[in-house]
């Protein structure tokens, strides 16, 4: 087995283990409010031997502490009281999320205090590192008048933000970003450092990171490269910060910042991984999708090449959210498309891989987290390679190379990446799926036609969670129509593949994937 990577990171939510639904399966609710409870969520995540960090978020604009500088998380609890009182418009949105502050109050009632906990059981027991995560730009439900997670000081100095509104024109959260925090605003530096200095000085953590992706938008509008220096010292000051404790604590405290998936998007919005790594700055940098499209088609050989020469101490991991899409549709991960994500990774040279959201996997998807086998290189077990894009941009929606969809009557010629080729014994496939019941169009590989299609499940088939309506679907829940072009294995090749459609009357090709199975 050759190319087995070193890293599996797992970054868990501010709300994870503080609401009933993810790992319920084998951590009921009321087993966590103890120190046993907590212990045995990091062996769950651990089990196997195969994690190797424990990324847990404690900050957004609210802390899951009693902290000085933000509102603690419960805070809310008293405003969601005033609120219900004659609100109707909101009282599921309330009454729903009131689970999450309700349960970290529980903890610290109880004079537990679950962070410190965790990072003292990780450290006895050398499961996994545990490193703090802190959202740099959180900004989820702004466009509620009010909701658990904004905080008060978001409220109060809407002169700190990138914009003073919402553009109406947005739809289901896409315009949050416009309403983020402004870095190049000296206030918004200042209080974010006090945050990040505060979770510090709190927890003896093996790491903390800075999560610039949750929201991705930090700077002015249009000006990420003329400002990027600014996010760059700010990183400065938080390793600084950090390397006068070191001596104290008597460990290395490392530090790592997730950055958008595509080199340029990243450098348009100011996230300048290059002058990080050269100038020492951090430790990791977790090249990441936002939430839609886990990026299958990241030029991870390219970033781990700029980031090598600028420090070859800095490690490169492939981080993926807990969806794939194809059009913008958001589909919880399978495992097949794990074991697909985790050869892209591995085949680029990455040193490792970065599972964001894990906790809202299927318990299938965990399973293969903890697979000795899952980087190896040849890879093994079933894999997909979805035709994916860059879900996250800067000002220019044209940086997403989004391929799909292709309208009624025209032709595709999509480019899909892969890791490795398929193996003596392994079966070929190209999955494309319409939003219209049609005839089966004409597909090739590489120039290849296919041997065969057939009509592929498009109905509910329980491999992936579509967190909007409950329903399980195969591909995106716009596809009403599937068909599986079987080819060669010789057709496959290591990397891009070029894959022909022809062109299909009264329907859109809204998705596309490539499929290896094993004998």
């Known amino acids: 087995v050759q190319g087995l990577m070193a890293d599996v990171v797992v970054n868990c939510d501010n709300d994870h283990y503080f609401t009933a639904g993810p790992l319920a399966d084998e951590l009921p609710i009321e087993e966590r409010f103890s120190e046993a409870g907590l212990r045995k969520y990091i062996d769950l995540i651990a089990r196997g031997g195969r994690v190797t960090h424990v990324f847990m978020c404690a900050v957004g604009q609210r802390a899951n502490y009693d902290s000085k500088i933000c509102d603690p998380i419960w805070m809310a609890l008293d405003e969601a009281k005033a609120r219900l009182n004659g609100v109707k418009a ?163 405290i490392g530090l790592a910042a997730r950055c958008a998936s595509s080199y340029e998007v990243a450098r348009e919005l100011g996230m300048d991984a290059e002058a990080w790594a050269r100038e020492g700055l951090v430790d990791i940098v977790a090249v990441a999708n936002f939430f839609a ?15 090598a020469a600028a420090n070859p101490r800095v490690k ?32 680029a040279g990455a040193d490792g891989l970065y599972f964001f959201n894990y906790a809202w996997f299927t318990h299938a998807c965990r399973d293969v987290f903890r697979d000795e086998d899952l980087m190896a290189l040849p890879p093994r077990g079933d894999r997909r390679y979805p035709c994916s894009y860059h879900d996250c941009t800067a000002d220019d929606d044209a940086m997403k190379c989004r391929q799909l969809p292709v309208e009624s009557g025209q032709a595709a010629a999509l480019r899909l990446n892969v890791g490795s080729p398929a193996a003596d014994g392994e079966t070929v496939s190209v999955i494309v799926g319409y939003d219209k019941t049609v005839d089966a169009p004409r597909v090739a590989l590489n120039g290849v036609p296919a041997l065969a299609a057939e009509p592929a499940a498009s109905k509910p088939c329980g491999s992936a969670l579509d967190i909007s309506t409950g329903s399980r679907f195969c591909y ?42 094993g004998s």
């Open 476 to 517: 995106g829940k716009e596809v009403k129509c599937a068909f599986r072009c079987r080819f060669p294995s010789s057709a496959l090749r290591a990397g891009h593949n070029e894959v022909s459609v022809s062109s299909v009357a009264g329907a859109r090709l809204v998705w596309a994937e490539i499929e290896i199975k």
């Open 293 to 307: 499209a886990a990026d299958f088609d990241c030029d991870l050989a390219g970033w781990k090449r700029r980031l």
């Open 90 to 252: 909101q009282d599921e949105q309330i009454t729903l999320g009131l689970e999450w502050p309700r349960n970290v109050k529980r903890f610290y009632d109880l004079g537990i205090d679950p962070y410190k906990v965790w990072i003292d059981y990780c450290r006895s027991s050398g499961k996994v590192q545990f490193w703090l995560s802190q959202r740099m730009n959180d900004i989820h439900n702004s466009d509620m008048g009010w909701n658990i997670r904004t905080s008060r000081f978001w409220y109060d100095h809407p002169e700190l933000r990138r914009k003073d509104r919402i553009d109406p024109t947005w739809k289901d959260g896409s315009g949050w970003p416009d309403v983020a925090f402004d870095y190049s605003k000296p206030e918004v530096r200042e209080y974010e450092f006090a945050v990040f200095k505060e979770l510090v000085d709190r927890y003896d953590a093996d790491g903390f990171e800075l999560d610039f992706m949750r929201w991705w938008q930090n700077l002015s509008p249009r000006k990420g490269r003329e400002q990027a220096p600014i996010l760059t010292a700010f990183i400065v000051r938080c390793r600084r910060y950090l390397d006068g404790l070191e001596k104290a604590r008597g460990h290395r």
């Open 316 to 347: 490169v991991v492939a981080s993926a959210c807990d969806n794939i899409g194809c059009a913008g549709e958001a589909v919880t991960f399978t495992p097949e498309a794990v074991r697909g994500f985790a050869d892209i990774a591995a085949q």
